[in-house]
């Protein structure tokens, strides 16, 4: 199924939406303006006077007028996208998997200790490491990591929440997307 890349004004990414969102959004005109090939054509009644039958189409990224993608100023933490920014891979062992039952949201310097909860303290771990570290510093536990966290923006964590990335889309989004990224690495 196709999704639709959903910008703000500003062009900044802000969710995949699906074709009949997008269309959604057409029929009540707050589309402000759209990028890359045509991917849904819906059909709707036909004029009385000329005959011809209503059409509404939608490109593959479209941008929203309007406030309503302006909520989330920075790009929220959760565990699925934290271990999709470390590309499924412990921090301390390198350890890798795809499944995220084997993976534990670590923080660098411990909430406990005054750490918090946010993209440049946290970082993926296997949980075997996670229990070894416990509410120690890395001093402390003797472990140091393999790759520095980092706050993904917006585009990145597009990439980070899809699978099916046309590749206008993907053009665009990498735009966005600093060199620092894991985005780049190549697929573990």
């Known amino acids: 199924m196709t999704t639709i890349l959903a910008l703000d004004m500003s062009g900044t990414p802000r969710a995949w939406i699906n074709c009949d969102e997008a269309i959604s959004y ?18 709707g009644g036909f004029n ?8 509404l189409e939608t490109s593959s ?3 929203i007028k309007g406030s309503e993608f ?3 100023t920075r790009v929220l933490l959760t565990n699925p996208t934290l271990f999709a920014r470390d590309r499924h891979l412990c921090a301390y062992c ?5 499944n995220h039952r084997f993976f534990s949201r670590d923080h660098i310097v411990p909430r406990s200790r005054g750490g918090k909860d946010e993209w440049t303290n946290v970082v993926t ?3 075997p490491c996670n229990q070894e570290k416990g509410a120690k510093t890395l001093n402390e536990s003797d472990m140091s990591l393999i790759y ?3 706050a993904p923006n917006h585009y990145e964590n597009m990439i980070l929440k899809n699978k099916r990335i046309l590749d206008d889309q993907m053009e ?14 190549p697929t573990v």
Do not use: D, M
């Not at 390198?94 to 795809?98: D, L, R």
């Open 70 to 72: 302006h909520k989330h």
């Open 94 to 98: 390198g350890f890798t998997h795809t």
């Open 48 to 55: 009385r006077i000329t005959g011809k039958q209503s059409k």
């Open 148 to 150: 520095v966290p980092y």
């Open 26 to 43: 057409h029929a009540k005109n707050l589309v402000a303006w759209s990028l890359g090939e045509t991917v849904a054509e819906y059909h």
């Open 125 to 127: 771990a296997c949980v």
């Open 172 to 185: 665009y989004l990498l735009t966005g997307v600093p060199k620092h990224s894991r985005v780049w690495w």
């Open 61 to 63: 990224i479209i941008a």
